[in-house]
Structures are given as structure tokens and as C-alpha cells.
Nanobody, 125 residues
């Protein structure tokens, strides 16, 4: 049983930056591909970014390419999402996710094995 806990999100002005973190309670953290999903009101949950077990491969949704960066620190069982140049359309609940199965081209499966509780990120115009 892997437990994932996201840091608090927050309210940010458009153009601003925010860094999310996710802590995993698992000794074999490096065995899991990690991802960040988000879900806005009335919209489907979507994969924002993902990173492979030791960080060699990453994936980004087109909407966040060049603005968001996913990273991980396996020694600390942590994964991060650095969000820059935030836009109002980035407003959503962000979820950390973990999955031992590699998913072609996107690193993590659409329905990974483990989810965090989610954290609210609001970007004002």
C-alpha cells in the first residue's frame, strides 16, 4: 500500500509560479513511475506530467510544455511539479500518482495504481 501526500497548492496570479511536492510512503519508491494529473470543474482528469522510475524519461501534456517541470528525488521519496507562467486555465485539483507499469509514450497509465488526495491550485487572471 503506497500512500501519497501532496503539498498544499494555493492561489497564484497569472504569470506566477508554484511548486508542488508529493511524498510517498514506500521503500521501493524508485520502482514506481510518477505522475501529476489535474482535474478542473466539469472536465476530465488529465495527465499533466510524468517521470519514469529514475527520471530518465518524462512526459508533458501539450498545454504545459515549456512551463511545467516534473522532477523526483528517490533518496527522499519525493516527486515535484514546478509550475511557471501559470494561466487561469491551469486552475484545477492536482493529484500525485504512482504506477509500477510503464505506459508507452506517456510513462504512466491513465489509471495508475496509487493516487494522492489532491491539492487545489487556483490561478487568478
Amino acid at each position: 500500500q503506497v500512500q501519497l501526500v501532496e503539498s498544499e497548492g494555493g492561489l497564484v496570479q497569472a504569470g506566477g509560479s508554484l511548486k508542488l511536492s508529493c511524498a510517498a510512503s514506500e521503500l521501493t519508491f524508485s520502482s514506481y513511475h510518477m505522475g501529476w494529473f489535474r482535474q478542473a470543474p466539469g472536465k476530465e482528469r488529465e495527465l499533466v506530467a510524468a517521470i519514469s522510475r529514475i527520471g530518465i524519461t518524462t512526459y508533458y501534456a501539450d498545454s504545459v510544455k515549456g512551463r511545467f517541470t516534473i522532477s523526483r528525488d528517490n533518496a527522499k521519496n519525493m516527486v515535484y511539479l514546478q509550475m511557471n507562467s501559470l494561466k487561469p486555465e491551469d486552475t484545477a485539483v492536482y493529484y500525485c500518482a504512482a504506477d509500477p507499469t510503464y505506459y508507452s509514450s506517456r510513462v504512466i497509465r491513465p489509471t495508475p495504481d496509487y493516487w494522492g488526495q489532491g491539492t487545489q491550485v487556483t490561478v487568478s487572471s
